[in-house]
T-cell receptor
Framework: RKEVEQDPGPFNVPEGATVAFNCTYS??????FFWYRQDCRKEPKLLMS???SGNEDGRFTAQLNRASQYISLLIRDSKLSDSATYLC??????????FGRGTSLIVHP | DGGITQSPKYLFRKEGQNVTLSCEQN?????MYWYRQDPGQGLRLIYY???????QKGDIAEGYSVSREKKESFPLTVTSAQKNPTAFYLC????????????FGSGTRLTVV
């Protein structure tokens, strides 16, 4: 089983839709979690950290479920500019992050 | 503004040639990393360094070498032993506080000609 797994998609949604991605991790000792956004041929950029209590930043909500070992990202009112690949990142108490392979989102008019 | 600078943006390598990719950060981050990304694939860890003058191999270190003589700099050399070096190379850094996340450079696209 891979350490961090994501559905590669693509998720194809219309503008204004709500879309959610999950990311499962295998190591129960994982300590910190992040969502990154990567545009085509660009570097990943931090979208948001994921806290145990859940956190929200505008249209984006991230949640952590330690019991089931997954994190989620919810995007409300999708915009065309949200089209990108979303990577989840998990830290297992060391400096070494483990990246998922990413979920592709395509928002169409 | 603080950040990570990778150079060059594009690099062409001839067969049998060694090339060095530059990565410089002014974020005062302790840890630095090199990743390789192939089309449609995730990030694979090549090398990482948690402190000056120390570094460890990642998952795909064969054919690569690094140095960490200064906190700010973590250059990656792609040697002739790397048989399939064409890829997008990303450098990242992070502080000691692992809650903060990782900052990436804009990457170097290496192509074998």
């Amino acid at each position: 089983r891979k350490e961090v797994e994501q559905d590669p998609g693509p998720f194809n949604v219309p503008e204004g839709a709500t879309v959610a991605f999950n990311c499962t991790y295998s190591n129960s000792a994982s300590q910190s979690f992040f969502w990154y956004r990567q545009d085509c041929r660009k570097e990943p950029k931090l979208l948001m950290s994921v806290y145990s209590s859940g956190n929200e930043d505008g249209r984006f909500t991230a949640q952590l479920n330690r019991a089931s070992q997954y994190i989620s990202l919810l995007i409300r009112d999708s915009k065309l500019s949200d089209s990108a690949t979303y990577l989840c990142v998990v830290n297992v108490g060391s400096y070494i992050p483990t990246f998922g392979r990413g979920t592709s989102l395509i928002v169409h008019p | 503004d603080g950040g990570i600078t990778q150079s060059p943006k594009y690099l062409f390598r001839k067969e049998g040639q060694n090339v060095t990719l530059s990565c410089e950060q002014n974020l005062n981050h302790d840890a630095m990393y090199w990743y390789r990304q192939d089309p449609g694939q995730g990030l694979r860890l090549i090398y990482y360094s948690q402190i000056v003058n120390d570094f460890q191999k990642g998952d795909i270190a064969e054919g690569y070498s690094v140095s960490r003589e200064k906190k700010e700099s973590f250059p990656l050399t792609v040697t002739s032993a790397q048989k399939n070096p064409t890829a997008f190379y990303l450098c990242a850094s992070s502080p000691s506080d692992r809650e903060v996340g990782y900052t990436f450079g804009s990457g170097t696209r290496l192509t074998v000609v």
